[in-house]
């Protein structure tokens, strides 16, 4: 069972679309991290969102936390086949440090 | 370029060898961590070192063994391992431990191992 789950778990879209994927958990986390790994490499940081109700730009990237700092949503306007990857969303909380189920994302030229 | 060095990159190694991972950072971070992930798969956490001390194990079977010489390097020792232990291996570091809030965690790229 995942604490953290994301949705959708696979999302393929032309470029320029324009796309959210979304963290949820049950549980209240202190901060939520987002990350995005390419095929071979490590996850890189994208943000971390610590107040609830945050929001967060990174150019093309608008990251929210939720007012009760159990969810997170990362929305990607005019995607880019460059975006492609996985993303990660990350929380720490009850001694832990957890890892969301991954959307894996595929933008088509 | 990430700051976190992971050599190998990639490792084949039968079930009955010996071998070892090693990870490397000097960001002066005092927590690091060792992943094993799955293809297009999170990465699970194995094990967590702070202060160059064990702090958490999640279960991992005793064929894994960490190490960590000092502050800067981290080391997982393989032996007798199984084809389901192949996997892509993650290290990564973050200046505190991650209970503490607002740590990022700064990932090297990973060796790739295979198990025959």
């Known amino acids: 069972t995942q604490l953290l789950e994301q949705s959708p778990q696979f999302l393929s879209i032309q470029e320029g679309e324009n796309l959210t994927v979304y963290c949820n958990s049950s549980?209240?986390?202190?901060?939520l991290q987002w990350y995005r790994q390419e095929p071979g490499e490590g996850p890189v940081l994208l943000v971390t969102?610590?107040?609830?109700?945050e929001v967060k730009k990174l150019k093309r990237l608008t990251f929210q936390f939720g007012d009760a700092r159990k969810d997170s949503s990362l929305h990607i306007t005019a995607a880019q086949p460059g975006d492609t990857g996985l993303y990660l969303c990350?929380?720490?909380?009850?001694?832990?440090?957890?890892f969301g189920s991954g959307t894996k994302l595929n933008v088509k030229p | 370029d990430t700051e976190v060095t992971q050599t190998p990159k990639h490792l084949v190694m039968g079930m009955t060898n010996k071998k070892s991972l090693k990870c490397e950072q000097h960001?002066?971070?005092?927590?690091m961590y060792w992943y094993k992930q799955k293809a297009k798969k999170p990465p699970e956490l194995m094990f967590v070192?702070?202060?160059?001390?064990?702090?958490i194990n999640e279960s991992v079977p005793s064929r894994f063994s960490p190490e960590c010489p000092n502050s800067s390097l981290l080391n997982l020792h393989l032996h007798a391992l199984q084809p389901e232990d192949s996997a892509l291996y993650l290290c990564?570091?973050?200046?505190?431990?991650?209970?503490?809030?607002?740590?990022?965690?700064?990932f090297g790229d990973g060796t790739r191992l295979s198990i025959l």
């Open positions: 990564a570091s973050s200046p505190q431990p991650y209970r503490e809030i607002n740590q990022p965690q700064h």
């Open positions: 549980s209240v986390f202190s901060s």
């Open positions: 969102v610590v107040t609830g109700g």
């Open positions: 990350a929380g720490a909380g009850f001694n832990k440090f957890y």
């Open positions: 960001m002066g971070h005092r927590a």
């Open positions: 070192y702070s202060y160059e001390k064990l702090s």
